[in-house]
């Protein structure tokens, strides 16, 4: 059966008024929306540690106290509620977490079985007519914290995947919540006002730092300038929140796996001192604790980028490295093979050296992040040169990203002997290798070798002066003026 209903009737009969029940419920209970600034310790493995005022009234005894201020992904084990001023006990009975936050959905759900109003729009005679249609909710789809799935509703006798309509529900019970919320019964040890802190861990933030390095038309200097990106996904807006950020290899903790050990580090960061300086940074336990020194607004849903470092004139020379047998090294095994190694890889990889500290401009920790790389064109523009990662890094460590491969600089490997006699237990090797410059000024290629026969070696003659770089691997420095061409050879013995 179809029911006509007027626009004023059912403006009249708007489902927003079935939100008031709810609303009155709320502030029936002691309303402890935190009206102090919130603290937040956001880690890169995808969760934070939060910190709440919480305005309390209570009396004497055992009180019932509703927290309705909390994130949608709260861990309710890691909930810990205190007097910060350590005046007053407060002990917790009972702690109840709810995040059944209302939605048509859930209405839904809590609907099954019974027949509703859906509200349905049709065009007739060139205006749009309104109609109530009834229908029976056989399955909502609702699945808590699981995929959804596709209703089924009852019409006039037949079933039907979709809605017919807007539903329209009926009034709310006081049972339903808006927003994720902490329900608590807690004994106090007397009488009175109090403002207690409830921190507690959470998924739904992630944070990550970006570097962009700006050079010169000419010169191997670079300005560099570090931006923190934060993302929330919490499903709870921070205003004017006081933020820091962990840096460090906690992504070694499988929090699936041990939570446990995840939250002892995160309890400790519930407990760490202010920093007062402008986007400080200082060690804390085995990681890096960055602050942002002015408290900003982080609302749900929204990813905010904030400066954090910027140096001026940092060396950070280019780097040509050639490695002509590219993926061939020692597996601890004798290798006779001839032609294990005999590739040829031509391209000459392009890096970006600098070192990280006071004296390079620098001088920080850095977390770990994406370099990106730009130059200074001799119009004055700004063109990107490449980018990589780097991993968290502390002070006065060096830096080597790779950029891309130079296109003016080819290498070409090739073996010029092989010998090996298996009684006398030997084996030598000799190989040529070829560098061309097409760049207008020199440069130098530094050409890594790997010994990969065996672990016994000595090299036998050479061309030129190499250094050891490990037990496997051995490294030439070669100049190579423009436009023109160098050769090295080396002959390497083997024995076991």
């Given at each position: 059966m179809v029911k006509k209903v007027h626009r004023k009737n059912f403006m009249q009969t708007s489902h927003l008024k079935t939100i008031a029940p709810v609303l009155i419920a709320l502030t029936s209970l002691a309303s402890l929306d935190a009206t102090a600034e919130p603290a937040l310790t956001i880690y890169n493995q995808g969760f934070a540690v939060v910190r709440d005022a919480v305005p309390l009234d209570l009396k004497s005894g055992v009180n019932e106290v509703r927290f309705a201020n909390a994130t949608a992904h709260l861990e309710p084990d890691s909930v810990i509620l205190r007097d910060p001023s350590g005046t007053r006990t407060l002990q917790i009975l009972e702690q109840n977490y709810?995040?059944?936050q209302v939605s048509q959905a859930l209405l839904l759900s809590l609907n099954e079985?019974?027949?509703?109003?859906f509200q349905n729009e049709r065009m007739k005679d060139n205006t749009i007519a309104r109609e109530i249609i009834p229908g029976k909710i056989i399955r909502s789809g609702y699945v808590?914290?699981?995929?959804?799935?596709?209703?089924?509703?009852?019409?006039?006798?037949?079933?039907?995947?979709?809605?017919?309509?807007?539903?329209?529900?009926?009034?709310?019970?006081?049972?339903?919540?808006?927003?994720?919320?902490?329900n608590w019964i807690l004994r106090a040890d007397k009488p009175g006002k109090l403002k207690a802190e409830v921190s507690y861990v959470t998924e739904g933030f992630t944070w990550k730092s970006d570097y962009n390095l700006v050079a010169p038309a000419k010169g191997d200097t670079v300005d560099?300038?570090?931006?923190?990106?934060?993302?929330n996904q919490s499903g709870k807006t921070f205003e004017n929140a006081k933020i820091k950020l962990m840096a460090g290899d906690v992504s070694k903790i499988q929090p699936q796996r041990n939570r446990n050990e995840m939250r002892m580090y995160a309890a400790k960061a519930m407990v760490a001192d202010e920093i007062q300086s402008t986007v400080s940074e200082k060690s804390f336990d085995e990681f890096h604790l960055?602050?942002?020194a002015r408290a900003?607004?982080?609302?749900?849903?929204e990813t905010k980028q904030v400066e954090f470092a910027r140096a001026e004139s940092v060396k950070a020379p280019a780097v040509y490295i050639y490695d002509g047998a590219e993926g061939s090294g020692f597996y601890g095994g004798?290798?006779?093979d001839p032609g294990y190694g005999t590739q040829s890889n031509k391209k000459v990889w392009v890096y970006r050296e600098f070192v990280n500290s006071d004296t390079n401009k620098l001088g920080i920790a850095l977390p770990k992040g994406k370099l990106r790389f730009y130059r200074r064109g001799d119009d004055g523009q700004l063109e990107f040169t490449g980018e990589n990662e780097i991993d968290h890094t502390p002070r006065n460590e060096t830096i080597r990203v790779k950029t891309g491969n130079s296109f003016d600089l080819v290498g070409e490997r090739k073996p010029t002997d092989f010998k090996t006699d298996q009684s006398d237990k030997w084996m030598t090797e000799t190989f040529e290798i070829k560098l061309r410059n097409y760049k207008k000024e020199a440069v130098e290629i530094?050409?890594?070798?790997?010994?990969?026969?065996?672990?016994?070696?000595?090299?036998?003659?050479?061309?030129?002066?190499?250094?050891?770089?490990?037990?496997?691997?051995?490294?030439?420095?070669?100049?190579?003026?423009?436009?023109?061409?160098?050769?090295?050879?080396?002959?390497?013995?083997?024995?076991?």
């Open positions: 709810r995040n059944d079985g019974k027949t509703i109003d808590t914290r699981g995929s959804e799935t596709q209703p089924i509703i009852e019409v006039n006798g037949k079933l039907q995947f979709t809605l017919p309509g807007e539903p329209l529900f009926p009034s709310l019970g006081d049972n339903t919540i808006l927003q994720p919320t902490l560099l300038i570090g931006w923190i990106t934060m993302d960055y602050t942002l900003t607004t982080l609302r749900d849903r004798r290798n006779n530094r050409v890594a070798e790997h010994l990969y026969r065996w672990k016994n070696w000595n090299i036998t003659a050479k061309s030129d002066e190499f250094k050891k770089t490990d037990g496997q691997t051995i490294e030439f420095r070669v100049p190579v003026k423009p436009d023109k061409e160098k050769t090295i050879t080396y002959t390497v013995h083997y024995s076991w």
